[in-house]
T-cell receptor
Framework: AQTVTQSQPEMSVQEAETVTLSCTYD???????LFWYKQPPSRQMILVIR??????QNATENRFSVNFQKAAKSFSLKISDSQLGDAAMYFC???????????FGTGTRLKVLA | DAGVTQSPTHLIKTRGQHVTLRCSPI?????VSWYQQVLGQGPQFIFQ???????GRGNFPDRFSARQFPNYSSELNVNALLLGDSALYLC?????????????FGSGTRLTVV
């Protein structure tokens, strides 16, 4: 069965600085999708970035980018020029083939310091 | 356009009671998934429905059931509530069940069982 591990329960970053959130996963599938979701206090899960496993190029969305290491089964999120609005819980998610369900990690709480 | 809407936003139930949670997907989205998020954990997959048919079920007891209506809205039903059912219940929608481009989540229903 697939698993997703986020080993950092909480991270802090100074405003305008860069922070990296870690995520590792375990799977025997070769084709899958990975996602980072942000959950602010409003509770709504918001898609930050997605990565297709068959693409070697790392995904980038404005200030957000990933470091996808397929062989190492690692999928970290880098947030550049951190803003106060980035403060939230961040969840790494793996989308299985077939059932299309998401498997989420336990989350990393990101604090942004002014 | 309205996002994914869930109702109610909060409710309190007594052990042994029954509860119905409702979800309206984004207009045009035909797939609805339900997730349970216990405090301090990542969401866990409960069900996925597409075109009114169940496409996937997570590891939840038969007390949990769901259905999707012709307008693609969905209901999640939980019978014989237990204290452990207290959680945030999230609904997510997408045009296709694969959700390759990510799901759009609602803000959830906070269920407290006393």
């Amino acid at each position: 069965a697939q698993t997703v591990t986020q080993s950092q329960p909480e991270m802090s970053v100074q405003e305008a600085e860069t922070v990296t959130l870690s995520c590792t996963y375990d799977t025997s599938e070769s084709d899958y999708y990975l996602f980072w979701y942000k959950q602010p206090p409003s509770r709504q899960m918001i898609l930050v970035i997605r990565q297709e496993a068959y693409k070697q190029q790392n995904a980038t969305e404005n200030r957000f980018s990933v470091n996808f290491q397929k062989a190492a089964k690692s999928f970290s999120l880098k947030i550049s020029d951190s803003q106060l609005g980035d403060a939230a819980m961040y969840f790494c998610a793996y989308r299985t083939s077939g059932t299309y369900k998401y498997i989420f990690g336990t989350g990393t709480r990101l604090k942004v310091l002014a | 356009d309205a996002g994914v809407t869930q109702s109610p936003t909060h409710l309190i139930k007594t052990r042994g009671q029954h509860v119905t949670l409702r979800c309206s997907p984004i207009s045009g989205h035909k797939s609805v998934s339900w997730y349970q998020q216990v405090l301090g954990q990542g969401p866990q997959f409960i069900f996925q429905y597409y075109e009114k048919e169940e496409r996937g079920r997570g590891n939840f007891p038969d007390r949990f059931s769901a259905r999707q209506f012709p307008n693609y809205s969905s209901e999640l039903n939980v019978n014989a509530l237990l204290l452990g059912d207290s959680a945030l219940y999230l609904c997510a929608s997408s045009y296709r069940p694969s959700g390759d481009y990510g799901y759009t989540f609602g803000s959830g229903t906070r269920l407290t069982v006393v």
